[in-house]
């Protein structure tokens, strides 16, 4: 969503940061296409005026310091105006038992969608929890939910096995019923949209929240509805006690100025951005870390939790004991490359580095691309086991075995194995040199 905003801005300060003694102009002329690149992402006039007044305001009464260039700083402040701006939102930690969510918003929000994200959240954090919809207008509403509920391990969904045709009230008497019976941390429950703020049925969510008594009523908006999505979010605030926001479809190439306005409009925290359609295309939002991708610094603790999310711990220290001991085979080279695949792919990772413009040109020039790992993948698919622990048995007919199986050719095999006896090496000069401990805390420095 950020990329061309992000690009932009990081050209003004590439410019700002290059002249070495800043002028009042240079200030002034960089100010001003902030302005235009914040009101081409929609962000509303009054917001960009004021973000504009503010950084002025600061970077003028600046003393700058010695060690740090004048164009440096003003990063530093426009960086903090957008933290600001984003605004700092509290995570959503349940304290009491059961922690009531309930999800609110317009038909087609992604709010069934985010109710099986936060409950695929909160069990990943060993919370139990309980789903339930109320959306007993629209055809397989309900079902949706079921069905998403189903992927989740550990979740429970109240309405299995219950009645079709219960009412609201009642769905509402069940989930709660259900919370209770099961003993759950968590309830998530979703409810019912229109299309239009006019035709929701206002009344009913109200009654809603007064069986409940939620912990946060969460309105979920689709980014890509742009200014739309915050009058939403202000009617909404205004019959309901919206606790926080969560924005949707944030992976689309929507401006990104709903997502820069939203909290000074609504005064409402923004908690989650999915970022997709699956499960696990929830992040919570850190304004912090938003302010620094906007700003091409990239996005390091994004990568390290989702990461961290998709491998366990155990998983990846047995892996890097294998490694170190050279038994790495390509049964684990596969295993390791599909956990890549499911982290969004190369290029989703590499967005979140810094630097992340150089090592996507290095990888295009080498050849590696989401293509290649896929390709790889196949190729290791179609060793036979033995071949997968011993690599040397692959002689020039299993190797042509193998590309056929594949779907691949001779010299695509060929560059896996060099690839893995690369690695292979790698490790082993790594297991002389102290080892992968040794190595991450040198990276980590
Ligand atoms: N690309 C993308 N699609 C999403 C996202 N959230 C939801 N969707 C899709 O949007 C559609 C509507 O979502 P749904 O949860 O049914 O909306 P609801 O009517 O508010 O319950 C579905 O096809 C979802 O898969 C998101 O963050 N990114
Ligand atoms: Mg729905």
């Known amino acids: ?266 005064g409402r925290e923004i908690k989650f951005l999915c970022v997709g359609e699956k499960l696990t295309d929830l992040e919570p939002f850190d304004a912090e870390r938003i302010a620094g991708r906007l700003l091409g610094m990239g996005d390091i603790v994004a990568l390290v939790e989702k990461a961290q999310e998709n491998f366990s711990q155990e998983e990846a220290e047995a892996a890097a004991k294998k490694m170190q001991e050279g038994v790495f085979t390509f049964d684990d080279l596969a295993v390791q490359m599909e956990k890549m695949s499911k982290l969004g792919g190369l290029k989703t990772i590499l967005k979140m580095l810094p630097q992340s413009k150089q090592l996507e040109s290095i990888m295009d020039a080498q050849g590696i691309s989401d293509k290649t790992v896929a390709r790889n993948i196949a190729i290791i698919r179609s060793m036979t086991k033995k071949e997968k622990k011993n690599h040397k048995l692959l002689n020039g007919s299993r190797k042509k075995r193998i590309a056929l199986g594949s779907g691949t050719t001779i010299q695509e095999v060929n560059k896996l194995i060099k690839q893995y006896e690369g690695a292979l090496d790698f490790f082993k000069k790594m297991k002389k040199h102290g080892g992968i401990g040794k190595l991450m805390s040198m990276m980590g420095r």
């Open 1 to 266: 969503m950020f990329d061309s905003f992000s690009d932009r801005i990081s050209g003004i300060f590439e410019k700002l940061r290059r002249s070495g003694a800043l002028k009042e102009a240079d200030v002034d002329t960089a100010l001003r296409e902030i302005r235009v690149t914040l009101l081409e992402a929609d962000v509303s006039l009054e917001v960009a005026r004021k973000f504009i007044a503010e950084v002025k305001e600061k970077a003028v009464g600046q003393e700058v310091i010695k060690s740090i260039s004048p164009g440096q700083l003003v990063t530093k402040i426009v960086h903090d105006h957008l933290v600001e701006l984003l605004g700092k939102s509290s995570p959503l930690t349940p304290t009491d038992k059961p922690y009531k969510i309930m999800l609110v918003g317009l038909q087609g929000a992604g709010k069934t969608t985010t109710a099986a994200k936060l409950a695929h959240f909160f069990t990943k954090k060993n919370k139990k929890v309980v789903l339930a919809s109320t959306d007993i207008y629209r055809p397989a509403a309900i079902e949706q939910l079921a069905v998403l509920a189903q992927k989740i391990n550990g979740v429970v969904f109240a309405q299995q096995n219950a009645r079709p045709d219960l009412s609201v009230q009642e769905i509402t008497d069940l989930a709660l019923q259900k919370t209770k019976s099961e003993n759950a941390d968590v309830l998530i429950l979703d409810t019912a949209g229109r299309l239009h703020i006019d035709d929701v049925k206002m009344d009913e969510l109200v009654k809603i929240a007064g069986t409940i008594k939620p912990h946060e009523i969460l309105l979920v908006a689709d980014i890509m509805t742009g200014q739309d999505a915050i009058n939403v979010a202000k009617k909404f605030s205004e019959t309901l006690d919206v606790s926080g926001i969560i924005l949707t479809r944030v992976d689309g190439d929507a401006r990104g100025g709903v997502a820069l306005s939203m909290r000074a409009i609504t």
